[in-house]
């Protein structure tokens, strides 16, 4: 496994890669890996020649308020897990050579970037957008991996490449979650042991949004207001938005149909936690 800081360097190497004609497996993260993470890398090893995995904090993806400096950076055992996984290049970048002086272009996918976790997060989406850009530019893989527990994510990332016309397929792996239910997460970190087992309610909510649609409800204010009364039974979790939208494009849907999206955020204490899931 080859470590390269260098985007010139590793573009080089990837060009040569794929001018070989070797498929590229392409999985950016924020380093902290846990399994979800690694249902991503196993995925790209099945589909691709090659797997790179980046890992950086990228800081123009958090708000002033928000957590970048107490964010996990476990290099080492981040290291091991890529090691162990067979990824062959592991894309570790400074903040300095991401943005350096003069860093003036942001990628911005308008409207999509506003709803869900953009009202509580402004800006967040635009970073990520302007750091994936600049990733696909630099590793040029053949396929893209994502994953669902950050549905909103990969519908814009979806969106950026249709509308810029990125040469690369998008892959959305589903939501890994531990026994409990709880989608993993990095920022399941945070939590202390009380606000582990409160942040079940996600899944919980989840659950019966299912349950509620498999039973013939389709009215979603009925099925959003089930959901906030199970939510607010529990003292020590807040609310961020509970939504049911149209998978493709987010729009809120009044009615259950088609590919639906029921995404939550809620607040644990100071952690802030999202969950979603589909419903055909
Ligand atoms: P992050 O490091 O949080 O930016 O995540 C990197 C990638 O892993 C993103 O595409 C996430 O959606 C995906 N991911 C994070 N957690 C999970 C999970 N529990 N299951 C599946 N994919 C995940």
Redesign the pocket.
């Known amino acids: 496994m080859r470590i390269i800081r260098d985007p010139g360097r590793l573009n080089r190497l990837l060009k040569g890669v794929s001018r070989s004609g070797k498929s590229i497996g392409f999985?950016?993260?924020?380093?902290?890996?846990?399994?979800?993470?690694l249902?991503?890398i196993k995925q790209a090893g099945q589909d691709n020649d090659l797997v790179v995995v980046s890992i950086f904090v990228n800081p123009a993806q958090f708000g002033p308020q928000e957590d970048l400096n107490k964010y996990p950076r476990p290099l080492k055992n981040d290291l091991a897990l890529c090691r162990k996984h067979k990824v062959d290049l592991v894309f570790l970048p400074d903040q300095k050579i991401m943005y350096p002086e003069g860093f003036s272009t942001l990628v911005n996918v308008e409207g999509l970037s506003r709803l869900l976790c953009g009202v509580s997060r402004p800006g967040h989406f635009r970073g990520v957008t302007t750091v994936v850009a600049k990733l696909l530019n630099i590793v040029s893989p053949d396929v893209l991996?994502?994953?669902?527990?950050?549905a909103q994510?990969?519908i814009i990332i979806a969106r950026m490449i249709k509308d810029l016309n990125f040469p690369v397929k998008v892959k959305v792996?589903?939501?890994?979650?531990e026994k409990d239910g709880l989608?993993?997460?990095?920022r399941n970190e945070y939590l202390g042991g009380q606000e582990k087992k409160d942040a079940l309610v996600l899944s919980r909510a989840l659950n019966l949004a299912k349950v509620l649609i498999k039973e013939g409800v389709k009215d979603t204010v009925r099925i959003i207001s089930r959901l906030k009364q199970l939510i607010n039974k529990n003292k020590n979790v807040k609310i961020d938005y509970i939504a049911i939208v149209d998978s493709t494009n987010l729009k809120p849907l009044k009615r259950v149909g088609g590919n639906c999206l029921v995404a939550l955020s809620v607040y644990i204490g100071k952690t802030r936690l999202i969950d979603n899931v589909i419903v055909k």
């Open positions: 999985v950016p993260t924020l380093g902290a890996l846990h399994p979800g993470h249902s991503l991996y994502l994953g669902q527990k950050d994510q990969a792996m589903p939501t890994v979650r989608a993993i997460s990095s």
